[in-house]
């Protein structure tokens, strides 16, 4: 059984920077593909970054494009997501999700079958 723990959430000010961690349990991190993902009331889950297995470079939504980087490292085993220029619209419950896939490709939610229990970003003065 596939799991993943998310943590470094929290409540920061606009313009102010939080690093999520996703730690990998039971599985050898090498062999999928991490995406991670938020979500707010009443939407959709979306997908902000994902690095792929392959070594391909690394994806990130639009609207967090410059500001976000992803990165892992599998010795720990985990994942990373420093989030710099937080805005308020980025707050959200985040969660990381695994996937067998090579690449991340477009990253669908459908494409991972192992999903964090999320952890809360709040960009707020």
């Known amino acids: 059984q596939l799991q993943l723990v998310e943590s470094g959430g929290g409540l920061v000010q606009p313009g102010g920077s939080l690093r999520l961690s996703c730690a990998a349990a039971?599985?050898?991190?090498?062999?999928?593909?991490i995406g991670w993902f938020r979500q707010v009331p009443g939407k959709e889950r979306e997908g902000v970054s994902c690095?792929?297995?392959?070594?391909?470079?690394?994806k990130y939504a639009d609207s967090v494009k410059g500001r976000f980087t992803i990165s892992r490292d599998n010795a720990k085993p985990t994942v990373y997501l420093q989030m710099n220029s937080l805005k308020p619209e980025d707050t959200a419950v985040y969660y990381c999700?695994?996937?067998?896939?090579?690449?991340?490709?477009?990253?669908?939610?459908?494409?991972?079958?192992?999903w964090g229990q999320g952890t809360q970003v709040t960009v707020s003065t």
């Open positions: 690095i792929s297995r392959g070594g391909a470079i690394p």
């Open positions: 999700a695994a996937s067998p896939r090579f690449l991340c490709g477009s990253y669908y939610k459908t494409d991972f079958d192992s």
């Open positions: 039971g599985f050898t991190l090498d062999y999928y593909t």
